[in-house]
């Protein structure tokens, strides 16, 4: 295509020209035909025959040119094709969208068998790959709704050491919000993609602040770590560094464990620091375990060696606590009426319900009563079956032990 050339011209544009002066432009064939043959040709490659009789087919063929890439479908530009949108200003952004009300400024749906609805990708050291700013009240930057068959609402993939989704707070507001749905349906769904090592969400702390803060409204737990037979939560910590730590403000608790069936409600495994270790404040236990029905509020199986037992009480400095004022490794205290306070039950012959172990001049075991019953009570049994050196048993209204030669009575006067 050109513009018209031809001397009787003024800057390539047809005139009228002044009578007894300038001649009027002349049209000339070639600029005629350069005409022609643009629309024509523009009409031929959307697909259409020339026809004389016709005089829509321009219409048609650039009606048919931009259905190839979108359409309007109930008031909506619909995308045919697929599309690039980079930014060229500096700061800009490649898309724009606002939803009014309740719709979707960019709504992405993956076809079938993986299809991706939506994908960005950040580019650089700092690039944002998707950025969505929820505006108003409960206004939501980016929502992403799974499909039925365990479809996904969004899929993020770190790449080498890129994070798959970066999400910063801003004063008080979360840079995450996972809620869940009815019916045991997940706030936030999170699988590690490895068979291996693989990392279902990692969270990072700086300073005093928490890598993960878990917060309920009502009788929910803040947090719900479920699993197959793996772990449901795998904290690990170096030095002297919490794995979790889980803070109760007045009558809450800061962790709260239920089992069912058969599994533990907390499970702690020590190397050589222990497995579960708790901290009581200023007249606040440092752990409070409540048996439920037939089952026991803790459950601890040593292991195979005398050295690997299943729980470990140590006081926090101190003699034993004899006048009160030093640190207690396990304090136990009955319910109501004839609530027990500690139950042991040693395993096969030679298996003991507890071993105590005094440190330097310190007993292994220190009883005391502040109140008015008793400091320690033996219930009357039938004699052991096999009697060990250092049994002690009550029997009959006598109190007996094994001596390692004989069974022998203690007569109190």
């Given at each position: 295509?050109?513009?018209?050339?031809?001397?009787?011209?003024?800057?390539?544009?047809?005139?009228?020209?002044t009578?007894g002066v300038?001649?009027?432009?002349?049209v000339?064939?070639?600029?005629?035909?350069?005409?022609?043959?643009?629309?024509?040709?523009?009409?031929?490659?959307?697909?259409?025959?020339?026809?004389?009789s016709?005089?829509?087919?321009?219409?048609d063929?650039?009606?048919?040119?931009?259905?190839?890439?979108a359409s309007?479908?109930?008031n909506?530009?619909?995308f045919?094709?697929?599309?690039?949108?980079?930014?060229k200003?500096?700061?800009?952004?490649?898309?724009?969208?606002l939803g009014?009300?309740?719709?979707?400024?960019?709504?992405?749906?993956?076809?079938?068998?993986?299809?991706?609805?939506?994908?960005?990708?950040?580019?650089?050291?700092?690039?944002?790959?998707v950025?969505g700013?929820?505006?108003?009240?409960?206004?939501?930057?980016v929502?992403?709704?799974?499909?039925?068959?365990?479809?996904?609402?969004?899929?993020?993939?770190?790449i080498?050491?890129?994070?798959?989704?970066?999400?910063?707070g801003?004063?008080?507001g979360?840079?995450?919000?996972a809620?869940?749905?009815?019916?045991?349906?997940?706030?936030?769904?999170?699988?590690?993609?490895?068979?291996?090592?693989?990392?279902?969400?990692?969270?990072?702390?700086?300073?005093?602040?928490?890598?993960?803060?878990g917060?309920?409204?009502?009788?929910g737990?803040?947090g719900?770590?479920?699993?197959?037979?793996g772990?449901?939560?795998?904290?690990?910590?170096?030095?002297?560094?919490?794995?979790?730590?889980?803070?109760?403000?007045?009558?809450?608790?800061?962790?709260?464990?239920?089992?069912?069936?058969?599994?533990?409600?907390?499970?702690?495994?020590?190397?050589?620091?222990?497995g579960?270790?708790?901290?009581?404040?200023?007249?606040?236990?440092g752990?409070?375990?409540l048996?439920?029905?037939?089952?026991a509020?803790?459950?601890?199986?040593?292991?195979?060696?005398?050295?690997?037992?299943?729980?470990?009480?140590?006081?926090n400095?101190?003699?034993?606590p004899?006048g009160?004022?030093?640190?207690?490794?396990?304090?136990?205290?009955?319910g109501?009426?004839?609530?027990t306070?500690?139950?042991?039950?040693?395993?096969g012959?030679?298996?003991?319900?507890?071993?105590?172990t005094g440190?330097?001049?310190?007993?292994?075991?220190?009883?005391?009563?502040?109140g008015?019953?008793?400091?320690m009570?033996?219930f009357?049994?039938?004699?052991?079956?096999?009697?060990?050196?250092?049994?002690?048993w009550?029997?009959?209204?006598l109190?007996?032990?094994?001596?390692?030669?004989?069974?022998?009575?203690?007569?109190?006067?």
């Open positions: 295509m050109y513009l018209p050339d031809d001397p009787t011209a003024a800057a390539g544009q047809y005139t009228e020209g009578p300038t001649l009027p432009t002349r000339r064939a070639d600029h005629l035909n350069a005409i022609t043959n643009e629309l024509a040709n523009a009409i031929t490659a959307a697909g259409l025959t020339l026809t004389k016709d005089s829509t087919q321009l219409a063929a650039i009606a048919a040119a931009a259905t190839a890439i309007i479908v109930a909506r530009l619909v045919t094709k697929g599309g690039d949108f980079v930014a200003d500096t700061g800009g952004k490649g898309v724009t969208a009014l009300t309740t719709g979707s400024g960019v709504k992405g749906t993956g076809g079938a068998t993986n299809a991706i609805g939506v994908e960005g990708v950040g580019g650089g050291s700092t690039g944002i790959g950025d700013t929820g505006g108003g009240t409960g206004g939501i930057g929502h992403g709704k799974g499909g039925t068959g365990g479809g996904y609402g969004g899929s993020f993939e770190g080498s050491n890129a994070s798959g989704v970066l999400a910063k801003v004063g008080s979360a840079g995450i919000r809620e869940g749905g009815a019916t045991d349906a997940s706030a936030g769904l999170f699988i590690a993609n490895a068979a291996g090592d693989g990392v279902g969400v990692e969270a990072s702390c700086s300073g005093t602040g928490a890598a993960v803060k917060r309920c409204v009502g009788a737990p803040g719900d770590f479920g699993s197959g037979s772990p449901g939560l795998v904290a690990a910590a170096g030095g002297n560094a919490i794995g979790v730590q889980g803070t109760g403000a007045g009558n809450g608790r800061g962790v709260l464990g239920i089992a069912t069936g058969t599994g533990a409600g907390v499970y702690g495994q020590g190397g050589t620091g222990p579960v270790a708790g901290l009581g404040g200023t007249n606040a236990a752990g409070d375990f048996g439920n029905g037939s089952g509020g803790v459950r601890a199986v040593g292991g195979a060696a005398a050295s690997t037992p299943g729980g470990e009480f140590v006081g400095g101190g003699t034993p004899v009160g004022g030093v640190g207690i490794g396990l304090r136990a205290t009955g109501s009426s004839s609530g306070a500690v139950v042991a039950t040693g395993g012959p030679n298996g003991a319900g507890v071993i105590a440190v330097g001049t310190g007993p292994g075991i220190s009883v005391q009563n502040t008015t019953g008793p400091a009570r033996f009357a049994q039938a004699a052991p079956a096999s009697p060990q050196v250092g049994d002690f009550f029997q009959g209204g109190f007996k032990y094994h001596d390692g030669s004989a069974v022998k009575t203690i007569t109190v006067t």
